[in-house]
């Protein structure tokens, strides 16, 4: 059987102690960013955060697949909100957007892998699939209409959506392609 994404060989919806193990670390490591970056708003937003540790969760959805990268974003928002103060489920559907992306980066990985024939060509492709799952998964916010209805359909796509796409798909686009070039290396190190 061929690998489906740069570690998995027995199929990338399979849940195996590998999977959760590394959705345990990226969880833990996204949430840690998340708590650290509530700082950094960005002007003219609700609350949409800079955010440079975004292509963590692109990285470990295209890295180790959709299940590990679904986890990461979703629990990983969770436990970042949670611990600033912020509510673990006060804006869940912004940790469903962030998990969405996350398990798309995972999807788009898979269907990318065939094509990366070397480390640089995997980064590029890490770098493809984090901005597409990106723009795709944090459609998911718009659920604020239905949780925040005094929000307007406009006022999520200027104030949170196209700010957050944006920040997030320069992340995704910077620091995942950097952290895959960075795995290959390790990977290979530890017989994965």
Do not use: C
Request: proline fraction near 4%; hydrophobic fraction near 55%.
């Amino acid at each position: 059987m061929t690998a489906t994404t740069m570690d998995q060989q027995d199929g990338s919806w399979s849940i195996t102690t590998r999977v959760i193990v590394y959705a345990a670390i990226g969880a833990a490591l996204y949430a840690v960013f998340n708590l650290i970056s509530f700082g950094f708003v960005l002007p003219g937003t609700q609350e949409v955060n800079v955010r440079p540790h975004y292509g963590l969760l692109t990285f470990f959805g295209f890295a180790f697949g959709p299940v590990v990268g679904f986890l990461t974003g979703f629990i990983g928002n969770i436990v970042g909100d949670f611990l600033s103060g912020y509510g673990a489920f006060t804006s869940w559907h912004w940790s469903l957007a962030n998990g969405v992306a996350g398990l798309l980066a995972g999807v788009l990985g898979v269907m990318f892998a065939a094509r990366a024939a070397s480390s640089g060509s995997r980064a590029l492709w890490a770098a493809v699939a984090g901005v597409i799952a990106t723009v795709i998964g944090f459609i998911v916010i718009f659920l604020g209409l239905i949780v925040t209805p005094e929000m307007s359909f406009n006022a999520i796509l200027t104030t949170e959506y196209i700010p957050v796409i944006v920040a997030n798909s320069i992340a995704a686009a910077v620091v995942t392609p950097i952290l895959v070039l960075a795995w290959e290396p390790m990977k290979e190190q530890l017989g994965r």
